[in-house]
């Protein structure tokens, strides 16, 4: 079932590169459902790890669609974490980190290694780019990126606190944005330059 779930992304993600660079896609949901195997052995949530950008970022590819090939459970966790492209990108995120405490442990599981994942990519890309980095983001500001992923580490953090891959998440979020609480001080850093 893992190998049809990387040949069905592998397929859907087909042209699509990371934010930036000339990376293929499909690395990340393929290091994604790496991460996601390193806590579960639970087939169905490796297969929606590996397919957790379908249904937000290929065309064609619905719920139902992978309903139908892969069963009710795996589109339930893929569809669980996927964003709404019609809603502005601070929507989305506040929506995503609300939803995050709420949501069934699988469902947070895929969460946390697709933000280790972004993380882990921040970490191979910002020392060769500097701050022109953040540019390649919809903000376009480091600070708004960096309230978005301490928010996620805070939402997270009773139920991963003990988990490799979650405290991996927390020393690049601290790297890269800072010790302390997540801030929406960011919001006046984009009205002043608007």
Request: proline share 3%.
């Amino acid at each position: 079932m893992i190998n049809e779930a990387i040949e069905f992304a592998t397929k859907a993600h087909e042209g699509q590169f990371r934010k930036g660079s000339k990376r293929p896609y499909i690395v990340h949901p393929i290091e994604v459902a790496d991460i996601v195997a390193s806590m579960t052995e639970d087939e169905e949530v490796v297969c929606a790890a590996v397919l957790h950008d379908t249904i937000e970022d290929c065309n064609g590819v619905t719920a139902e669609v992978l309903k139908d090939k892969f069963g009710t459970r795996v589109a339930s966790l893929v569809q669980s974490e996927s964003e709404d492209k019609s809603k502005t990108w601070e929507e989305r995120k506040s929506a995503t980190i609300q939803r995050l405490g709420k949501v069934p442990k699988e469902v947070q599981m895929i969460a946390l290694a697709d933000k280790l994942s972004n993380m882990r990519d921040i970490d191979r890309d910002y020392p060769k780019i500097g701050e022109e980095f953040w540019l390649r983001f919809r903000m376009q500001s480091k600070a708004a990126m960096g309230w978005y992923y301490k928010s996620i580490r805070d939402v997270l953090h009773d139920e991963y606190e003990d988990v490799h891959a979650y405290q991996e998440y927390c020393n690049l979020v601290r790297k890269y944005f800072g010790e302390g609480p997540a801030s929406l001080a960011w919001k006046n850093e984009i009205k002043r330059s608007l």
